[in-house]
């Protein structure tokens, strides 16, 4: 091969395509291997040539690897595409997979797995089956993570060909590598199925225990991690699997050290000697510290790993806390995890080392780790009872400086310790108060202002302290104002004299009358009312006795940590969270107790959900009940007068966006409500409302012309309302003879012009045509036609929203009026609106089920219903972010449960 | 598994990109480019390198430059997927010779072929230079060296030194030589990372070493190889204190407190003799890595001194020791001390004499900056340094200013006084003799010196 790759890169005259094609036909070897090199080029910065894809699998039946694996690159690229041309290909494969050269099967194989279109699957079966049995191990290596590849594709043909048990049989193979290769494949085929394909028996044990010392790191990793599943029967069994793997702690390898640590900690569980596990702990010990001198990515990983050991087990690295002082030159990333580590390890014994560290941090230059400094000083304080006067001290010195964020982060650490030792340590109040100008940080000056609430009886100024952050209350965030809030009342409890009389005054007038914060308003006037009622029981209310509060630093619960740590060395470890709570691939339904929600969810879709949403819908824009087919008249003529210009203005203003059309469209449905009547449009009747058809927002509209004339020349306009929904296209209406009607789908767009304000369901339209005035009427927007496609939550993640929002995003509501007859259909019903079923249980009598919804800029809904079968009345209980939308929400849903 | 491998330079620009799943939706790589670069809406903090985004998984490294960057969709080991990535840079540097944007992109068909190789359907198949030889067909291009930043701790002896063939660290282990022959060699290199810290007082609070015995194998037909170390090497502490750092012995046996090797070495003999066996894959790999927190004697001494010299100004005296003899010269030197926030100027006083000596202030970065070439054994040198402040300080000098850290690289000197006893090449010939070259370097990895 001559010159540089990169010259490929730089023919991008005209006509390359062909001039390309020409020298892929060349007669010349070279000349055919470069011009492949060139397709090549072209196809990695993204360049289409997938027109040559005949000519480049010309080139294939070569006896040139190097030109072999280059047509191949290209036709894994390009297969998806083309598949019926890749089948093209499939007859060289099928030969090459019986290449005298083991090379040339093993690239066979490989590269069939990779293009994943079906025609090609069937005919990899045959070579595929050869291949897992034959001669060369570089073939059977490959050949194993083929049938994953197969697996991934077409499940069904692995566990028709019997691939799965050839797997199983490779996992005696004399050749560890491809025992490895065998254990990645079918531990991936058992991680997506639901059935146990992959079981370690005590054989299967000893034959991996036994390639694990003779295979490559990688496939060390591999085995060690299905080893990991595995559980001894007894403490003897525990013992020898750990005998046998401790080795391979002494690997250069960083992830074959975790996950031998994992198998150790794991086993470790079972084992009861006290004195082979506190050797254990001792052996483990060393390799995790060696982590640490790896490269500051993998230091990363191991320290949030180790954070979880240490949690499980301190004793193992309690004795080197100093491997985890911060060297000059780690990232911060790595810094902020060892500040956490160093906590976790602090003692009686080490505090002083550790807090000589943690001061010297405080002063380095990155804001966010000087801040975690502090915070870990009050940590320790928190934590080490006899440690903490030393740990003030500390924070006293820090604060001596002036650095303003370190004053701040040391008052709100300060803050915790005086909840953790009430009444030890007030002498230092005086020194905090001399920085009280400085603070702006609101969590600094609540925790400053809670302090001098909290201890105003001693604080002789207390009052004058409070009243300078009054002037500025109506400027401070709510963070503060509540704190002061309560400050202010404490005081008035402690000292009633006139000063804290008159300030509880403004507070509380400031706080109910001139806020619009209500969390702040009801505490404001519960205060108000306790006060007024019995001053003496609000002392009780205010004053009483806090619980102590304790270190927070093994922060994670029992329960949390162990899920955990059966992931060390994992990304699970790492992110600490459960793999649910971030993996979203989905095991492959399997059968029976899934079924029942699969079939929900296809019959969901395959029928028509226009449907659906058109047997929800008339009670929902009519608004009162189901039964009234006319809508009211919008009030004579424009009901509303305010938005009137508006519209007008935007009706004549902006041509563009009403397009008169005359061309017919078929109508289809069930009636639509009346909107506007003949009575009001002189003759012209208007039915229309908003739904959803193929995850596309429609104004399915119809025209009856009650008139002696012909009408033209239709357009249509829509008001600013809470979800900006306008006309996303013309509106297609041919002239209306006399007594002829005419219906019309008409695309709507969202977020188009949006009005400001409390969410409503207010759909005001304008709608014109040549011979008559402007006809305003009203129409209401049904929430469920917002409800998309992609609306489905995983259970876990559902849990996991549901438990991350606050119990005041809750809100629950009675449907008097609904009867659910049949569980079944009401999920087929909901989902068919796109609302999709999670989970059901039974209470009592009652069914409770679990759904979402999702609205667009991502807003979910959680949702719960309860209700008895057959009997009317059904509990809608919903979580959402977006509290504002919950009415519109209930109107929904009602509708849709009618 | 792995869903996605690729490298994107220092802009965001694709330089190499392979899906093995096609499960990641499109843009990851532009999604992971503005993670990382917009970290927490601050340029300055560095991105963790295992992140979840819309729940794919982006794990990365950076080497010489350039992103090497996984995705995957399931629960994987990242610790895996990072050795893995450091191995993918390493191998395609055994085979590039140099690894940057250019010689990646002049490359990028061997670079795919190797990928094929080492991962297959998301899974790492191997990542040895050596086996990786027998299925790869593509010849690397070279490109020029010349000015390239180097890699890699063994690229030190590119600096400085003479002693070395420069060229050997930027040779491709596969590519043949214009003269046709290669020339038979191998390298050993002892490279310990030496981390201290030392008190106010000038007492040492902490002191590492992070050791690597690196080998870059050029013979042809793998022969073995017996690397002997210190007799009295003994590994893992007795007495379990790291606090104290009396009780070790001062002088004689090297302690290891822990050490690991390379898959391809025998220890059949180590805890007889402290000898390796080892058949060399072709490539750069580390033959052994090592930890000690026994006392050593720090190479240099530093010492700090801010005062207060006047309403709103201050004096800085900086002093370097070096604690070394006159025949190892130590180059490269960079000293560095933040000073507080509020300094507007400074102004050095060299010592009378100072040859390749600079100094800076850098103000972005509020701190002084001390350049020396080299520093002979046994020699000491200062600086002073007058400090301009903008308001007056809180009386509080010592901890708005400092530490002191230092950065510095001592060919043929090591620390821990490990040594490689001989190297032995089992013969294939009389007359083979193949060149050996056993190298030691101490490095800094994190030297300071508190206030």
Known sequence: ?898 | MISQFFVLSQRGDHIVFRDYRGEVPKGSAEIFFRKVKFWNDDEAEEAPPVFNVDGVNYIHVKVAGLFFVVTTMVNVSPSLLLELLQRIARVTKDYLGVLNEDSLRKNFILVYELLDEVIDFGYPQTTSTEVLKSYIFNEPIMVDAGRLPPLGPAAMFMQGTKRMPGTAITKSVVATEPGGKKREEIFVDIIERISVTFSSSGYILTSEIDGTIQMKSYLTGNPEIRLALNEDLSIGRTGSSTYDYRSSSGGGAVILDDCNFHESVHLDSFDIDRTLHLIPPDGEFAVMNYRITQEFKPPFRVTALIEEAGPSRAEVLLKIRADFSANVTANTIIVQMPVPSYTMRASFELEAGAVGQTTDFKEGSRRIEWNLKKIIGGSEHTLRAKLTFSQESHGNLTKEAGPVNMNFTIPMYNTSKLQVRYLQIAKKSKTYNPYRWVRYVTQANSYVARL
């Not at chain 1, 470069?34 to 090549?40: H, L, N």
């Not at chain 1, 083991?102 to 699957?121: E, F, N, S, W, Y």
């Not at chain 1, 490269?295 to 087990?313: F, G, T, W």
Request: glycine share 4%.
């Open chain 1, 1 to 898: 091969m001559s010159g540089h790759d990169s010259k490929y890169f730089s023919t991008t005259k005209k006509g390359e395509i062909p001039e390309l094609k020409e020298e892929l036909n060349s007669q010349y070897k070279d000349k055919r291997k470069d011009a492949v090199k060139k397709v090549i080029a072209a196809m990695t910065v993204g360049k289409d040539v997938s027109s040559l894809f005949t000519d480049v699998v010309n080139c294939m039946q070569t006896e040139n690897l190097e030109l072999k694996k280059l047509v191949y690159l290209y036709l894994i690229n390009y297969a998806k595409s083309q598949p019926d041309l890749a089948i093209l290909a499939v007859n060289t494969f099928v030969k090459d997979s019986q290449d005298p050269n083991p090379l040339i099967r093993a690239l066979a194989v490989r590269t069939m797995g990779c293009i994943r279109v079906d025609k090609i699957t069937e005919y990899l079966c045959d070579p595929l089956q050869r291949c897992l049995k034959d001669d060369d191990p570089y073939v059977r290596k490959t050949a194993a993570i083929c049938v994953a590849k197969l697996y991934d594709i077409n499940a069904e043909l692995v566990e028709d060909r019997g691939f799965l048990e050839a797997l199983k049989d490779l996992i005696s193979d004399n050749n560890p590598m491809v025992v490895a290769n065998a254990v990645a494949a079918l531990a991936e085929i058992q991680d997506s199925s639901a059935r146990p394909i992959f079981e370690i028996t005590s054989h299967t044990l000893s034959k991996l225990l036994t390639a694990l010392n003779e295979c490559t790191e990688w496939g060390q990793v591999f085995i060690l991690d299905s080893l990991s599943r595995y559980k001894a029967a007894d403490a003897r069994e525990a013992e020898n699997i750990v005998e046998r793997v401790t080795p391979r702690l002494q690997h250069a390898n960083c992830a074959v050290v975790l996950s031998a640590v994992k198998i150790i900690l794991l086993q470790m569980e079972l084992i009861t000697s006290t004195d082979v596990v506190r050797n254990l702990c001792k052996k483990m010990a060393p390799p995790l510290v060696t982590l640490l001198s790896a490269e500051p990515e993998i230091q990363y990983v191991a320290l949030r790993n180790i954070n979880l050991i240490v949690q499980k087990r301190p004793t193992i690295l309690a004795h080197e806390i100093k491997v985890f002082f911060c060297k000059y030159n780690d990232p911060i990333y790595v810094k902020m995890e060892k500040l956490e580590i160093m906590i976790k390890l602090a003692s009686d014994r080490n505090i002083d080392q550790v807090l000589l560290e943690f001061k010297e941090y405080a002063t380095e230059v990155d804001v966010d780790f000087v801040r975690k400094a502090v915070r870990a000083i009050g940590r320790c304080a928190i934590k080490l009872e006899r440690a903490a006067e030393r740990c003030i001290s500390v924070l006293l010195e820090l604060i001596k400086i002036k650095v303003n964020y370190v004053v701040q982060e040391a008052i709100i650490v300060i803050k915790d310790i005086f909840r953790r030792y009430p009444n030890t340590y007030e002498s230092i109040i005086a020194t905090l108060c001399e920085s009280l100008d400085t603070l702006d940080e609101p969590e600094a000056k609540a925790s400053m202002i809670w302090i001098i609430g909290e201890y105003a009886e001693r604080i002789d100024n207390a009052d004058e302290l409070l009243e300078s952050f009054l002037e500025t209350f109506p400027e401070e965030p709510a963070l503060v104002q509540l704190q002061l809030l309560t400050a202010t009342v404490k005081l008035f409890l402690k000292k009633p004299t006139e000063g804290p009389q008159q300030m509880i005054q403004a507070v509380l007038n400031n706080a109910t009358v001139e806020t619009d914060n209500p969390d702040l308003r009801d505490r404001a006037y519960i205060y108000w009312r306790l006060l007024s009622t019995d001053p003496e029981a609000a002392k009780d209310v205010v004053l009483a006795e806090k619980p102590v509060i304790s270190d927070d630093s093994n922060q994670l619960d029992s329960s949390l940590l162990d899920d955990l740590l059966a992931n060390i060395s994992t990304l699970s470890s790492v992110y600490h969270k459960p793999p649910e709570a971030f993996v979203s691939r989905v095991k492959t339904a399997p059968r029976a107790d899934d079924e029942e929600f699969a079939d929900t969810a296809e019959t969901g879709y395959s029928e028509s959900p226009s449907q659906g949403v058109d047997g929800a819908s008339p009670s929902s824009s009519t608004g009162t009940s189901s039964h009234v087919p006319v809508k009211q008249p919008a009030a004579g003529a424009p009901a509303a007068p305010a938005p009137m210009p508006d519209l007008l203005g935007d009706l004549m203003g902006m041509d563009n966006s009403i397009v008169p059309v005359d061309e017919p469209t078929k109508p289809s449905g069930p009636p639509l409500p009346v909107l506007l009547p003949s009575t009001t449009g002189q003759g012209l009747q208007i039915s229309a409302q908003l739904v959803r058809c193929d995850g596309q927002i429609f104004y399915d509209i119809s025209f009856d012309n009650g008139t002696q004339a012909v009408l033209d020349g239709f357009m249509i306009q829509f008001n600013k309302n809470t979800f900006g929904i306008a006309a996303g296209g013309p509106l297609q209406v041919p002239p209306l003879q006399p007594g002829a009607s005419a219906r019309t789908l008409l695309p709507m767009v969202v977020f188009q012009n949006i009005s400001p304000g409390a969410p409503n369901s207010l759909l005001q339209v304008a709608v014109k045509n040549n011979q008559q005035p402007v006809w305003y009427f009203n129409d209401k927007i049904p929430m469920h036609v917002f409800f998309g496609e992609d609306g489905k939550m995983e259970r876990a993640s559902f849990l996991e929203a549901w438990k991350s929002l606050p119990d005041d995003n809750e809100f629950s509501k009675e449907f008097t009026a609904s009867v659910i007859s049949s569980i079944d259909a009401t999920i087929e019903h909901l989902a068919a609106s796109n609302v999709f079923f999670i989970a059901k249980r039974k209470n009592a009598n009652k069914d409770v089920l679990y759904m979402s919804a999702k609205i667009p800029r991502g807003i979910p809904f959680l949702i719960e219903l309860t209700a008895a079968v057959g009997v009317p009345g059904v509990k809608c209980a919903v979580k959402t972010p977006n509290k504002e939308m919950v009415a519109l929400f209930f109107e929904a849903m009602e509708s849709l449960l009618k």
